[in-house]
């Protein structure tokens, strides 16, 4: 049985290791409870096989390297129903539609013009959405590549005031 202790990491903890770079994010596969999908600065995306038991000494050997980004890679999502499909945002402006089984991009969307800032699946993979610096909402068809609905978003701030409540 696993325990779960809450502090301080053991600074000789057993880690994943293997990208060149700092790792920007890491998601669990929602079909595979022992693998996870990483991006990094180092322009790669990695698939890693975590064993049933826990790390008992650091991963080095990754499963799958997804090469595709010219810049690095911010954020990763697995598809919700499509079990060996992978999205991939990175600082080159572009998103990736993985196939991890083969390691093959299948579709590369460039319909970014500045940094992407997050990515989303709709829960049945028919699309997915992002937002951008250029304060945008996208809304993209992952088969076709395309923007099929685009929206700005507005941040609005709460103000408070100071009210005296008379005694």
Request: net charge positive.
């Amino acid at each position: 049985m696993l325990f779960l202790q809450t502090g301080r990491v053991d600074p000789n903890a057993s880690r994943v290791c293997g990208h060149k770079g700092p790792v920007l994010d890491v998601k669990w596969n929602p079909f595979n409870d022992h693998v996870i999908a990483s991006c990094s600065h180092d322009t790669t995306v990695k698939l890693w096989q975590i064993p049933e038991r826990g790390l008992h000494g650091n991963l080095t050997e990754w499963l799958v390297d997804l090469h595709g980004h010219q810049r690095k890679v911010g954020y990763v999502e697995w598809h919700p129903t499509a079990e060996n499909i992978l999205l991939s945002a990175g600082y080159d402006f572009n998103v990736i539609v993985w196939n991890t089984e083969t390691a093959e991009p299948v579709n590369v969307i460039e319909v970014h013009k500045d940094t992407i800032f997050s990515i989303a699946w709709n829960r049945d993979g028919s699309l997915f959405a992002t937002t951008s610096k250029d304060k945008k909402i996208r809304v993209i068809d992952p088969r076709q590549g395309q923007v099929v609905a685009v929206s700005a978003y507005v941040i609005y701030a709460r103000v408070i005031r100071k009210v005296r409540i008379p005694t």
